[in-house]
């Protein structure tokens, strides 16, 4: 019933007609039934097409209702629960096992082609067994990574880069027990400790939370630099001191927030002059042109404008450019939604949070509160 009354509700607010309703009804039933209806951060009860309506009525002309309605049904990207735990199936497989298996045929002097053998190789299990790997956030999902990844030993996924001593040195010991099966033989110092860090975190659409500088443009600061310093300082017992590789493995990340990680990397190592060097490893990426707004779209973006509220504008906010703060943190202009909450880079009509001026569409929780 409630289902048929929002229904109704919708066709009213965009005054269908019987005609558009047998049109427009499936494809509705459709995306909420397979996608938008699993959004998390809706409240109890509530469904896909009755936030739909209530978002629509918000918006004073009917002729910007259905701008606003267009927009959703061409433009909006939802990534589903099932999505996002696919992308997380193939860091292992598709992104972190070939650079294993590059490594492991260096040490070998086997071509990369010859991937049976290299599998098989005592070399090949050592240097997968002195992989660490370590989430930058919940979104890291280490513990479905974990379990879809059986090779991979319990002790060498952990939920964050906090290691508190106790633990680090837990990791080492069964790293050396494990280390003495695999070689036959006690491992030597340089050998019982993690040669490979891989980083693990589900998005980035500016990369401005992973690594930027400081307001006074002298400091570095993000997830990426306190791991950075934390491995040179607190953890540094757990990682070789002569060979080890970092790896940043994001499941979803834009190729803006790539180049600008990337950049930054630079500029820190050139800073810092450490031992080891860090790589950006994205599962999928999205490309410059994945934008929720065109220059060909001046309708949509004067709708932007209208119905901004700009009470969102923290000390948060801030960090990002702000010329055009109605495209979202750092004008990034996403058309994006994640089941577990929408990216404040996405265009804020689509996230306003419970309690703001006007209505999102899939309001968002602020991990970032003023």
């Not at 050396?176 to 099966?181: A, P, R, S, T």
């Not at 950049?263 to 800073?271: A, H, M, Q, R, T």
């Not at 700009?310 to 109605?326: A, C, M, S």
């Amino acid at each position: 019933m409630r289902d048929v009354l929002s229904e109704r509700l919708l066709a009213t607010v965009m005054g269908w007609s019987p005609e558009d309703v047998a049109r427009e009804r499936p494809i509705l039933q459709a995306l909420g039934d397979l996608k938008y209806d699993e959004y998390q951060q809706y409240s109890p009860g509530m469904r896909f097409v009755e936030s739909l309506a209530l978002w629509l009525s918000q918006f004073e002309f009917p002729d910007e209702r259905s701008i606003a309605y267009n927009w959703v049904r061409s433009k909006l990207v939802f990534l589903s629960n099932a999505e996002i735990t696919h992308i997380v199936s193939m860091a292992f497989p598709d992104v972190i096992r070939p650079i294993l298996l590059h490594k492991a045929a260096v040490i070998l002097n086997l071509p990369s082609s010859r991937i049976k053998t290299i599998v098989n190789s005592v070399e090949y299990k050592v240097l997968m067994r002195q992989s660490l790997f370590l989430g930058l956030s919940d979104g890291a999902r280490t513990d479905l990574f974990r379990r879809l990844n059986p090779e991979l030993s319990h002790e060498q996924v952990w939920q964050t880069y906090e290691v508190s001593p106790p633990k680090a040195e837990d990791m080492l010991s069964r790293l050396g027990d494990d280390l003495k099966k695999l070689l036959a033989r006690d491992p030597t110092n340089e050998e019982r400790c993690f040669h490979l860090l891989f980083l693990l975190d589900d998005f980035s659409a500016s990369g401005i939370s992973y690594l930027r500088r400081s307001a006074d443009g002298m400091e570095f600061e993000g997830k990426i630099h306190k791991v950075l310093q934390t491995v040179s300082a607190d953890l540094k017992s757990l990682f070789s001191a002569h060979d080890l590789q970092i790896y940043v493995v994001l499941y979803v990340a834009t190729q803006k927030s790539l180049t600008h990680i990337n950049l930054l990397l630079d500029e820190w190592f050139k800073g810092n002059g450490n031992r080891y060097v860090c790589h950006l490893q994205p599962v999928y990426s999205l490309s410059d042109s994945f934008s929720g707004v065109s220059d060909q779209e001046p309708t949509f973006i004067d709708l932007l404008k209208k119905y901004f509220d700009p009470g969102i504008i923290n000390d948060h906010y801030r960090k990002g450019k702000q010329d055009n703060p109605y495209l979202g943190f750092d004008e990034c202009a996403l058309p994006l939604v994640l089941t577990h909450n929408c990216p404040n880079n996405s265009i804020p009509l689509l996230w306003f949070e419970e309690g703001r001026k006007y209505r999102g569409l899939f309001p968002r929780i602020s991990r970032h509160k003023q």
